[in-house]
């Protein structure tokens, strides 16, 4: 099962923008979570069309399971 930590953020300009992290390490620790948004807001290294990101929104895991089937 594939998992992906969303980050979510807000933008100067009020727009909600997101920095996804494939199979991240578990457990999830909020406080670690945190502080990584807080440092990336302080970076200042994202911009988007909305500005660059000033306050963290939320961040959750989103879990994904796939099915390949082979077609004949």
Avoid: W
């Amino acid at each position: 099962m594939a998992k992906t930590l969303e980050l979510q953020f807000v933008t100067e300009g009020g727009n909600n923008a997101r920095l996804t992290v494939d199979n991240p390490k578990e457990p999830i620790e909020e406080a670690a979570v945190k502080q990584a948004m807080e440092a990336i807001i302080a970076a200042e290294v994202f911009f988007t069309s909305g500005g660059k990101f000033v306050t963290a929104k939320g961040a959750r895991v989103i879990e994904r399971n796939v099915t390949d089937y082979e077609l004949v």
